[in-house]
């Protein structure tokens, strides 16, 4: 192997590489991307001479800008000191970041400023639970021709809609009431969302006269609240139907306050079906396929990037009874 050996203060280049190999740059080049044959003891010289130089190859980053590509996917969460604190959107950016990382791609968590969304992204993924208003990149976005993956609504023009059976679990979790006798029930919303409309519609088609307790986000806090006040003036309920497993949580917690037994005085079901280590009963739960639905997004969005069409996804949901409801 001969050939000029770079300084030892510099960053050693696949010219350096192609040097040391006695081989011109395109075919260092090709030896590495693999995208044209070049003969396997050619390609071995390069690959030993750049073992021996230190180059571990070239930049991945240039290499996609060369092919107008970033090698960069935005992921849309809302706002980012409370995005982590929901526990079915931790297993949702788990499952995407591990199928783009797996393709070589990276993932940009953005919140509420829109600035991130003028970077040079190869894709967009929206997930900030069907919230319709207050993210003005769209229309930028479409304009640039960048790829949008929507999850659990807006269904956006252009877009590809990923989604979940909401109306169909919140009316099976609402048949399981009924089942057991209940007749006054209340629910607990989330914010004005499609997933909220949905879930909603599901919980009318068996109860049309559902009391509403009142409306927050997937917050313990907020949700335990929200149900205290609404119990102390209305105690004659019988269920409580929640949106998410953790507003459910907060409804168990703050009926218990009150000195009512769950299931024995209320019953309380809810949705999302994750975890809920800080109680001591399993709740009676709608469970969606979290890690799959992060998964089908990222895949979406690769096929997208690709170029391919990519038709819209429901995927389904299961009812899980548990212990938080029983006869009224």
């Known amino acids: 192997m001969s050939g000029p050996t770079p300084a030892a203060s510099r960053t050693p280049t696949l010219a350096d590489v192609a ?17 044209k044959p070049v003969s396997e003891p ?15 190859g070239p930049n991945p980053l240039a290499r996609n800008l060369r092919q107008g590509r970033s090698g960069v996917v935005g992921i849309a969460v809302g706002r980012l000191s409370t995005a982590f604190r929901d526990p079915a959107a931790l297993p949702m950016l788990d499952a ?16 509420d400023d829109e600035g991130h969304a003028r970077l040079p992204l190869d894709a967009v993924i929206y997930d900030v639970c069907g ?33 979940i059976e909401h109306r169909a679990g919140s009316a099976a979790l609402s048949r399981h009431l009924h ?7 209340a629910l607990v919303t989330l914010e004005q969302s499609h997933p909220q409309r949905e879930r909603e519609a599901g919980v009318r ?13 997937s917050d313990l806090a907020a949700a335990q609240a929200l149900v205290s006040d609404y119990l102390s003036t209305s105690p004659d309920v019988t269920a409580i139907v929640c ?13 218990r306050r009150l000195g009512l037994s769950v299931p024995a005085d209320l019953s309380v079901g809810g949705f999302d079906g994750v975890a809920t280590p800080w109680l001591d009963l399993e709740l009676t739960t709608v469970v969606q396929p979290i890690a799959a639905k992060g998964r089908t ?32």
């Open 131 to 163: 919230r319709e208003d207050g993210w003005t990149p769209y229309d930028d976005l479409v304009a640039r021709d960048v790829p949008l993956v929507v999850v659990e609504g807006p269904s956006w023009p252009g877009t590809t809609f990923i989604d």
């Open 205 to 217: 088609e068996v109860f049309p006269d559902a009391r509403i307790v009142g409306e927050c986000a």
């Open 179 to 185: 089942d057991l006798g209940h007749r006054r029930v």
């Open 297 to 328: 997004a990222a895949h979406a969005a690769l096929a997208r990037i690709a170029g391919e069409r990519v038709d819209d996804v429901v995927l389904p949901v299961e009812l899980r009874v548990g212990q938080s409801t029983g006869p009224a």
């Open 42 to 56: 050619t390609r071995a010289r390069v690959l030993a001479a750049a073992a021996e130089l230190g180059y571990s």
């Open 243 to 255: 949106q998410s497993d953790v507003q459910a949580a907060g409804a168990v917690l703050a009926a």
């Open 19 to 35: 040097a040391a190999a006695g081989v011109s740059l395109s075919t260092a080049s090709l030896a590495f991307s693999g995208n």
């Open 96 to 111: 995407v970041s591990e199928v783009l990382g797996t393709a070589g791609l990276g993932l940009l968590l953005m919140g």
